[in-house]
């Protein structure tokens, strides 16, 4: 068992590790060995590359865009598969979870032929572009991903909450707003980031609703066939460094939130014991 981790932590964080150190050699050739001194170099060589740059900043936006789309469709599909028939979920389940199973190249091409024959017909050009084609073309697939996630969420809601509502007079809208959406909170966060990151990382789609335009994956496919340097390797590092920051500050909010709900559970208990205190004293002085 020992060394099966060894060799599957060694197969999954030794491109990471190779990648760290090269990053600070001072080699033109990303390469250990040898390692020919420390430097920084490399990551201001990154921050000059204004392809690189532009791409990463191409990314970033689409990858927001992407977000505000898929994430409220998502929702939307979920809601509306705990309210079709019984007998209908599955072929709705079948319908809205296809894009999933549709490669990304498809996807990319059909969007692309789609809404030129669309922008064409309706004269809207402002459709036909790589930025918007690229994100309805991410948004077809990664709202499906979303709706995973909210129906494992809706999967543990108590549908008698809704009920109670509506019987005390709310509206659907009240309903939604002070029930069922901060009960949806944690995955439409959770949804959110998968969204993000599917768009961010995303080559397949992209490659080809992008159109003349370039993302960070595109600039780095290009730059891969051309040879790779120390410059990627940087920015793999720069990547990770996020990346890890960003997983510890989400873990320190939500320890401290679990720490304020604990205290304010126990300030609750404390009040309610005090009061059965109180009120049995009163039923024996009585």
Known sequence: MGVYIV????????????????????????????????????????????????????????????????????LAGA????????RARSFYYLIVVSPVLTPGVIIGIST???????TQMTGLKF?????????????????????????????????????????LGASRAQVFRHVLLPFMLPAIG???????????????TTTFAILADKTLTTVLAGRMRQGTTPALSALAVAVVAVTVVGAI???????REEARAKARAATAEKAFNAELTADAAGATAA
Do not use: C
């Open 127 to 167: 459709i036909y572009d790589g930025t918007v084609l690229t994100v309805l073309a991410q948004s077809s697939f990664i709202s499906a991903y979303t709706m995973l996630i909210f129906l494992a969420r809706l999967a543990r809601f108590d549908r008698t909450l809704e009920e109670a509502a509506l019987d």
């Open 112 to 118: 692309v032929v789609f809404w030129r024959q669309a």
């Open 7 to 74: 060799i599957f932590f060694a197969y999954l964080f030794g491109p990471l590790l190779i990648m760290g150190v090269t990053a600070f050699n001072k080699s033109a050739y990303p390469q250990i060995m040898p390692f020919e001194g420390f430097t920084l170099d490399w990551f201001s060589v990154l921050a000059a590359d204004k392809d690189m740059i532009y791409g990463l900043q191409k990314s970033l936006w689409i990858g927001f865009l992407v977000v505000l789309v898929s994430v409220p469709i998502g």
């Open 249 to 255: 500050l989400f873990e320190i909010v939500k320890r």
């Open 79 to 86: 809601l509306v598969m705990t309210q079709v028939y019984a």
């Open 190 to 204: 959770s949804a959110a980031v998968i969204a993000f990151l599917s768009s961010f990382e995303n080559y397949n």
